[in-house]
């Protein structure tokens, strides 16, 4: 797969260098028709008009003039090629897991992953990262909506949903490509920017409740002006009334302008925002049929019938109307004066922002989400051996060729895992660097990418909604004053408290990933408070996995009765040498390598050593 999108990213790349090509040639020309112009023109001004030399500047000037747009054009596409030249080689190096080629999954702000159940046990953002894996959303509302789906799991319904959407989106690889590249140009867009126009298209209205009344005055006032300026043209009026409504147009006018100019100001911000995203609401409401998660994501899209890229492009017409303020300074008192041109417009954005204003969120939301499912749906399409995970209520997970989804397909080795019922668990022995965490965190973030509605890393897996809680790795705080052992043990009180609460916490099975618990008190101790542990989980009916290298654990209550014993191990050749094939097999290990790897790194034990 990842050949596939490195083709398409060399493909786009040469027909970007191609527009880069004519742009360095359209350069040339406008500098070749606008110097010879602008000479012409000074020589007109200086010497006299000549017909001849007027004709000559006028078709070099309207040349350079046509070049101009061309260039623009030219350059737009440039931009756009490399635009999709990035989408297609972020997409390789998430095929290759190439973490170098991708951005940092970066938490989303606002969110304390100290404390969740299992962010940063699962790395979930950060470098080589889950987030960085499916990599950036194409704007910053499906960004963060993708980072809640992996921090909060979905009901059995909506879970469906996203998987229907998903399975449409999968196949259309144009459509999803060209949804990225449309994010990579929008990108300036700021969270600010949008903050700012959403207070004023969900604000009140700029004139109140007296807008029909301040809409007949100027109305009035603007008539007044025209009608007695013709009356006295045409000789009917022999005083000159008109300047009387342009005075008081005029004041009215110095009394209003901070209020409407502010509101240009506010809608405008937003408005250079949301153009970026004309092109987005485009190409978001042109996305596959086949799902109604889609069709009710098209239609949120929209306003009374009219299209959100419709809306965009009708506001930024308004607004351009609004830039006589700023553009022609000169010309704006007074046409100001004669026509009251600002309350025009401003009467245009609140017939606006009454239409179509309040539903701008809400596009953004749709669109966030449609992003979001594209973003998935690309996991779907580049690993099409995955399976679609089945959410049934046993509470039994049940998978086969399970293995690690951020470990590149040469690497990672899949086996098949049976985590439950109530009254089990799952205990998983081996030696040092055998596999037992790496398939911890297999386990638990395939049960996130099934809850979010993404496919997984199995040929099939079940699962029952569950609330996912990990202890996996614990760190200390000196902040806190915690040491390690003391953040162990509240890491697994808050998991006890969870498995306790009642129906396990909002009718979910709680499931549980522990990795070498309490490993850093004695082995005495260690023992009695893991059983201590278990007994509660089991009590508590929650199902999970743990790890462990105090093979006496298993042969004493309750885990004699309630664990699964399987175990992950090493061979060693006759060099010496030791290598691991990461296979799950059944029954307790009875294999221990860490002096042998200490031996590999070159720490040497003496006889006094071994015999201590």
Not at 163 to 171: F, G, M
Not at 532 to 555: F, K, N, Q, Y
Request: charged share 20%.
């Amino acid at each position: 797969m990842s050949a596939t999108y490195d083709e398409r990213a060399a493909g786009y790349a040469a027909e970007r260098d191609v527009e880069l090509r004519r742009s360095a040639r359209i350069s040339t020309l406008r500098l070749m028709t606008f110097l010879p112009g602008a000479v012409c023109i000074l020589w007109i001004l200086s010497r006299g008009a000549s017909l001849p030399l007027g004709i000559l500047a006028a078709v070099l000037m309207g040349t350079f003039l046509g070049l101009v747009v061309w260039h623009a054009r030219v350059e737009e596409r440039a931009a756009w090629f490399d635009a999709l030249r990035l989408v297609n080689a972020r997409a390789a190096a998430r095929v290759r897991r190439d973490w170098n080629g991708l951005p940092v999954g970066d938490p989303p702000a606002g969110v304390d992953l100290t404390h969740h159940p299992y962010a940063l046990d699962l790395d979930l953002f950060g470098r080589a990262s889950l987030a960085q894996w499916l990599g950036p959303a194409a704007t910053p509302a499906g960004s963060s909506l993708l980072s809640g789906w992996l921090l909060n799991a979905a009901d059995p319904l909506e879970i469906r949903s996203r998987q229907d959407a998903v399975a449409a989106l999968a196949p259309a690889l144009a459509w999803r490509e060209q949804l990225s590249a449309h994010g990579v140009l929008a990108s300036g867009a700021t969270s600010a920017e949008f903050d700012r126009f959403f207070g004023w298209a969900e604000g009140p209205g700029l004139f109140g409740g007296r807008e029909a009344v301040w809409r007949a005055a100027i109305v009035a006032l603007t008539l007044s002006i025209w009608v007695l300026f013709a009356l006295q043209i045409a000789g009917i009026l022999d005083a000159a009334l008109w300047p009387i409504p342009v005075i008081v147009g005029i004041a009215v006018s110095f009394a209003a302008a901070k209020r409407v100019h502010g509101a240009f100001d506010r809608a405008g911000a937003g408005q250079r925002a949301l153009t970026r995203y004309a092109s987005l609401f485009e190409q978001a409401v042109s996305s596959p049929e086949g799902a109604s998660r889609l069709r009710e994501l098209r239609d949120a899209m929209s306003a009374d019938g009219h299209s959100a890229h419709g809306c965009m492009r009708q506001l930024s017409r308004i607004l351009s109307f609004a830039e006589l303020r700023s553009g022609a300074a000169i010309l704006h008192f007074p046409i100001q004066a004669l026509t009251l041109w600002d309350f025009h417009v401003a009467f245009a954005l609140d017939r606006w922002r009454r239409r179509a204003g309040r539903r701008a969120r809400a596009w953004i939301q749709a669109l966030g989400e449609l992003d979001a499912l594209s973003a998935i749906a690309a996991i779907s399409f580049d690993n099409p051996s995955w399976c679609r995970p089945e959410i049934a209520e046993s509470p039994l997970v049940a998978a086969q060729e399970l293995a690690h989804p951020l470990l590149p397909s040469d690497r990672r080795v899949a086996n098949d895992v049976e985590i439950g019922p109530p009254g089990t668990v799952l205990v998983i022995t081996g030696s040092n660097m055998s596999g037992k965490s790496t398939l911890l965190r297999a386990v638990g973030l395939n049960v996130v990418l099934a809850q979010a509605g993404a496919v997984a890393c199995a040929r099939a897996l079940r699962l029952p909604p569950s609330e996912l809680q990990a202890s996996i790795r614990v760190q200390d705080s000196l902040e806190l004053g915690l040491s390690y052992f003391m953040a162990a043990l509240a890491r697994l009180k808050g998991i006890v408290d969870a498995a306790e609460r009642p129906s396990g916490g909002g009718g979910r099975v709680l499931m549980y990933l522990l990795d070498e618990v309490l490993q850093g008190t004695n082995s005495a101790e260690r023992s009695i408070a893991v059983r201590g542990i278990v007994r509660h989980l089991l009590e508590a009916g929650a199902i999970g996995a743990m790890t462990t290298h105090d093979l006496a654990v298993a042969s004493a209550p309750p885990l004699d009765r309630a664990a699964r014993l399987v175990h992950f191990t090493e061979s060693v050749d006759e060099r010496g040498a030791m290598t691991f094939d990461y296979r799950l097999r059944p029954g307790l290990a009875t294999s221990r390598n860490a002096l042998r790897l200490m031996q590999l790194i070159g720490i040497t034990l003496s006889p006094g050593d071994a015999s201590d």
